[in-house]
């Protein structure tokens, strides 16, 4: 063969262990309806390295062939390729800007709807219902939290968090314009935190993809952070128009501290309200 | 096959990633100022900093240095000549397509971002295509990622432990791996001048 070797701008070609990647992806969405296909391949290669090395597995190969004959190990391996990991009131500065720019607009309505978009282990959920309740909305809003991995919804609902990240989410909620204290909504209970109860009577938690699903209510505020970062553009799209289709005229969305639409195809759909807090607004 | 790949050509560099901890801006700064313009190779840095403060790394380079100098965002295509810095309390990865993704996985030996994890990714990314840069630092961040660049056929460089501020980090490196250069701090400058130069002939 006689090819002229001229430099390549491509990416280099797939490693094994990219296409085996991808093929666990594809097999778990064939068997289980579960779809990782479009989730960032850097994040997510990691993430599948270290599930091996958790469960003694020599290739991605062989997890892939044991996933598929055991839901128990799938079971196992979704809390690998889910992130549970987040704080309550974490970066204050969204919450204050919620209560300064958002709260204020959402008074003007009978009732509201909230949907707390890849809620995980209900941090950001139960940060939430204290700010509405400060700011007297908490008894006439719906709260949806929603999430694809039914483990995280479970530890949602029972609001019970470790006592040694109290400290830290207390520093965090008088950073985000805490009107009480903190401690006023948990009892201490050996090595855990539980919260009040009655903040999250009006929450529905749900199981609910953002690569699968379709949009279920209309809602005037999407607080879906952290989330985002793990989808490629195509899946970042497909989320971005759910809220869209969900969010009333001139609803609210709020995205984690650093991510942007401004690399997705909705840019122009939404117009900045608090852009350094990612508050964005349904453009009309 | 290549037969003659004896006598090869400075290797074709499409990106320079680049790691450092404590004493690493103004190490940066001195490997970095006045770059000669038009200048073409994507930087993309890590240096850790104390997590839940907002960086103002970004500023402070653009003030000094004459490329275009950002904070990465996510999904944010890298352009020819840019710098950026991972922002403070996120890992930065490059995806296949040329754009960052930023994650909020737990530290990796004790930092997010991790220089590991970006080296690891820009790797995947670009194999042979890739040149890793680890300066100054107290830990033992970035070793293992400059391995990764090395196996994937990409060019590795350590700053002589013996110029670094805090010699850890790249004596970390030269522990796991022989890295290709190992230089003080002006002749680093030299061998970027010169891949930039390979990257646009």
């Given at each position: 063969?006689?090819?002229?070797?001229?430099?390549?701008?491509?990416?280099?070609?797939?490693?094994?262990?990219?296409?085996?990647?991808?093929?666990?992806?594809?097999?778990?969405?064939?068997?289980?309806?579960?779809?990782?296909?479009?989730?960032?391949?850097?994040?997510?290669?990691?993430?599948?390295?270290?599930?091996?090395?958790?469960?003694?597995?020599?290739?991605?190969?062989?997890?892939?062939?044991?996933?598929?004959?055991?839901?128990?190990?799938?079971?196992?391996?979704?809390?690998?390729?889910?992130?549970?990991?987040?704080?309550?009131?974490?970066?204050?500065?969204?919450?204050?800007?919620?209560?300064?720019?958002?709260?204020?607009?959402?008074?003007?309505?009978?009732?509201?709807?909230?949907?707390?978009?890849?809620?995980?282990?209900?941090?950001?959920?139960?940060?939430?219902?204290?700010?509405?309740?400060?700011?007297?909305?908490?008894?006439?809003?719906?709260?949806?939290?929603?999430?694809?991995?039914?483990?995280?919804?479970?530890?949602?609902?029972?609001?019970?968090?470790?006592?040694?990240?109290?400290?830290?989410?207390?520093?965090?909620?008088?950073?985000?314009?805490?009107?009480?204290?903190?401690?006023?909504?948990?009892?201490?209970a050996y090595e855990a935190a539980r919260f009040d109860p009655s903040l999250c009577a009006g929450v529905?938690?749900?199981?609910?993809?953002?690569?699968?699903?379709?949009?279920f209510a209309e809602t005037q505020f999407v607080s879906c952070r952290n989330v985002l970062i793990y989808?490629?553009?195509?899946?970042?799209?497909?989320?971005?128009?759910?809220?869209?289709?969900?969010?009333?005229?001139?609803?609210?969305?709020?995205?984690?501290?650093?991510?942007?639409?401004?690399?997705?195809?909705?840019?122009?759909?939404?117009?900045?309200?608090?852009?350094?807090?990612?508050?964005?607004?349904?453009?009309? | 096959?290549?037969?003659?790949?004896?006598?090869?050509?400075?290797?074709?560099?499409?990106?320079?990633?680049?790691?450092?901890?404590?004493?690493?801006?103004?190490?940066?700064?001195?490997?970095?100022?006045?770059?000669?313009?038009?200048?073409?190779?994507?930087?993309?840095?890590?240096?850790?900093?104390?997590?839940?403060?907002?960086?103002?790394?970004?500023?402070?380079?653009?003030?000094?240095?004459?490329?275009?100098?950002?904070?990465?965002?996510?999904?944010?295509?890298?352009?020819?000549?840019?710098?950026?810095?991972?922002?403070?309390?996120?890992?930065?990865?490059?995806?296949?397509?040329?754009?960052?993704?930023?994650?909020?996985?737990?530290?990796?030996?004790?930092?997010?971002?991790?220089?590991?994890?970006?080296?690891?990714?820009?790797?995947?990314?670009?194999?042979?295509?890739?040149?890793g840069f680890l300066l100054t630092g107290a830990n033992d961040d970035g070793a293992e990622g400059l391995?990764?660049?090395?196996?994937?056929?990409?060019?590795?460089?350590?700053?002589?432990?013996?110029?670094?501020?805090?010699?850890?980090?790249?004596?970390?490196?030269?522990?796991?791996?022989?890295?290709?250069?190992?230089?003080?701090?002006?002749?680093?400058?030299?061998?970027?001048?010169?891949?930039?130069?390979?990257?646009?002939?």
């Amino acid at each position: 063969m006689n090819r002229t070797a001229t430099p390549s701008p491509l990416p280099s070609p797939l490693s094994n262990t990219e296409i085996e990647l991808r093929l666990l992806m594809e097999a778990i969405y064939l068997k289980y309806s579960y779809d990782f296909r479009d989730y960032t391949v850097a994040s997510q290669k990691r993430r599948v390295l270290h599930a091996l090395a958790q469960l003694g597995l020599p290739s991605i190969s062989a997890l892939q062939e044991k996933v598929l004959r055991d839901p128990g190990l799938f079971g196992r391996l979704l809390q690998y390729l889910t992130i549970p990991v987040s704080e309550m009131f974490r970066d204050p500065a969204y919450f204050l800007a919620l209560r300064q720019h958002v709260v204020p607009i959402l008074h003007t309505y009978p009732s509201v709807k909230v949907w707390v978009a890849g809620c995980s282990t209900g941090e950001e959920v139960f940060s939430l219902a204290i700010l509405l309740r400060e700011e007297g909305l908490l008894s006439r809003t719906q709260i949806y939290a929603t999430d694809i991995n039914p483990a995280s919804l479970e530890k949602a609902r029972q609001g019970i968090f470790p006592i040694e990240s109290i400290r830290g989410y207390t520093a965090n909620y008088q950073r985000a314009g805490g009107r009480s204290s903190f401690s006023d909504y948990y009892t201490a209970a050996y090595e855990a935190a539980r919260f009040d109860p009655s903040l999250c009577a009006g929450v529905i938690f749900a199981d609910h993809s953002l690569a699968t699903d379709s949009v279920f209510a209309e809602t005037q505020f999407v607080s879906c952070r952290n989330v985002l970062i793990y989808f490629n553009r195509e899946l970042q799209d497909r989320a971005l128009s759910l809220f869209h289709e969900s969010l009333c005229h001139r609803g609210f969305l709020g995205l984690g501290a650093k991510e942007s639409i401004d690399f997705s195809s909705y840019s122009e759909r939404f117009d900045a309200h608090a852009k350094p807090e990612r508050i964005y607004r349904k453009a009309t | 096959m290549k037969p003659n790949a004896m006598q090869s050509p400075p290797k074709r560099i499409e990106a320079v990633v680049l790691g450092a901890s404590a004493g690493g801006i103004e190490a940066l700064l001195r490997l970095l100022h006045d770059l000669p313009l038009p200048w073409r190779l994507p930087l993309v840095v890590v240096l850790h900093l104390p997590e839940g403060h907002e960086s103002h790394l970004a500023e402070i380079f653009a003030e000094r240095l004459r490329v275009p100098v950002h904070e990465a965002a996510d999904k944010m295509p890298l352009a020819p000549g840019h710098m950026y810095f991972a922002p403070p309390g996120y890992h930065l990865s490059i995806e296949r397509n040329r754009r960052f993704s930023l994650s909020c996985e737990p530290p990796v030996r004790f930092s997010r971002p991790s220089i590991d994890v970006l080296m690891a990714s820009a790797a995947d990314a670009y194999g042979p295509a890739l040149a890793g840069f680890l300066l100054t630092g107290a830990n033992d961040d970035g070793a293992e990622g400059l391995l990764r660049i090395h196996l994937a056929g990409g060019i590795t460089a350590v700053q002589d432990p013996n110029e670094a501020q805090i010699s850890t980090m790249p004596e970390a490196a030269i522990a796991l791996h022989s890295p290709d250069h190992v230089l003080p701090l002006r002749e680093l400058r030299a061998l970027l001048l010169q891949l930039e130069s390979a990257h646009v002939h």
